[in-house]
């Protein structure tokens, strides 16, 4: 098994992926491409990263026995979803390098921890409180006003997890419909657009960042992702430095990607820190086809101490998310001049359900 120099692989190395959906399937894809061999931890049988890994383990993240036979077949450790259980992570990194490491799922795991952090940095971010009883949101709501936003302190993505505090909501309602959990309230940013930085760190601290993108979601989805963003090139250097100082902060190690609100307009444009994903993300799928490397191939460069692929720009780029039966339409998108289609290998589609995403690119406008 290669060994550590440095803290940098060599092709042959086994990465191992905690979690098996269709992020640590792309990630494998990449890492192959670069001839690592990957090893996917996930307790469900049936994964789509199963498909295309040079190994499995099917266990529980909680299963300890498993965790390490797991640790000792890998080289280095990293995952595609945020909420891995935090004595999972504190396991793996005693005996493995995992990268991103366990502060980064620890500060991003919970709202409020992650808006007190980016915060601290100087970074702006929407006014917030902490919720743990109705108390608490009668008194926050009181504060923030309405509209704004009730959400869970974890375990929220695609807007779940969320309720609106509108100018008729009960509140006693809108707690128990989040289950009373542990909250934060945020007051409502009206924005212009949403956009996102998606970028990348390495283990010497070298960073890269890719082109500012924007975002349209549907029904708390995210829909079509489209570079460049349209905002002012200041805005765009204010947002990739936010990025820069969140990574920094965190010792981060891979892809990452900042969600941000566009507040304002011309001179008075800024950006808002929403939130932080410690991972490749869906709004980076634009990558694959529309920068010179991809959010996954430089996840994979990053967490292996490999040298960072250029993040440039290959053109206009649109990224169409496959949601539930937009799937089904795979044979037109085939048929699409220009159009790079990919499915995630699941085997039944439902409403909110990414199936796939197909990417465009087209040249630059003169």
Not at 53 to 70: G, K, M, Q, S
Not at 240 to 249: D, G, S, T, Y
Request: charged fraction near 20%; glycine fraction near 10%; aromatic fraction near 8%.
């Amino acid at each position: 098994m290669p060994a550590f120099a440095g803290q940098a692989l060599a092709p042959g190395a086994v990465l191992g992926i905690i979690g098996g959906g269709q992020l640590a399937r792309m990630i494998a894809l990449a890492a192959a491409d670069l001839g690592i061999r990957c090893h996917i931890f996930a307790p469900e049988t049936e994964n789509p990263a199963f498909d295309v890994a040079a190994a499995r383990t099917v266990a529980a993240y909680e299963d300890e026995a498993a965790l390490a036979r797991f640790a000792d077949a890998v080289d280095v450790v990293t995952y595609e979803f945020e909420n891995v259980p935090a004595a999972t992570a504190a396991f793996l990194s005693q005996r493995k390098p995992l990268h991103p490491g366990a502060r980064a799922l620890a500060v991003t795991q919970d709202r409020l921890s992650e808006k007190s952090f980016v915060a601290e940095l100087g970074l702006e971010v929407a006014p917030f409180r902490a919720v743990d009883s109705l108390g608490d949101l009668e008194a926050a709501v009181a504060t923030l006003g309405r509209p704004s936003v009730l959400k869970t302190r974890r375990f929220g993505y695609d807007g779940k997890g969320q309720v609106k505090i509108l100018a008729g909501t009960d509140l006693g309602e809108a707690y128990a419909a989040i289950g009373r959990q542990p909250a934060v309230l945020e007051g409502f940013v009206t924005f212009a657009r949403e956009v996102s930085v998606v970028a990348a760190r390495g283990t010497d601290g070298t960073f890269a960042a890719f082109d500012l993108c924007e975002n349209e979601h549907r029904d708390h989805v995210l829909a079509f992702t489209r570079v460049p963003a349209q905002v002012s090139a200041p805005t765009e250097a204010a947002a990739i430095e936010a990025a820069r100082q969140i990574a920094a902060a965190l010792g981060y190690v891979g892809v990452f990607a900042v969600e941000l609100f566009v507040v304002g307009e011309g001179a008075s444009e800024r950006v808002v820190v929403n939130e932080i994903a410690p991972r490749v993300h869906n709004s980076g799928h634009w990558t694959s086809e529309g920068a010179q490397t991809s959010q996954f191939h430089q996840h994979v460069r990053a967490v292996c101490g490999f040298p960072l692929g250029s993040a440039a720009r290959r053109g206009r780029v649109e990224m169409e998310n496959l949601i539930g039966d937009a799937a089904l339409r795979w044979r037109d998108l085939l048929a699409e001049p220009g159009a790079h289609l990919h499915l995630y290998g699941k085997h039944s589609a439902r409403p909110g359900r990414k199936m796939g995403h197909v990417t465009r690119v087209w040249p630059e406008r003169s």
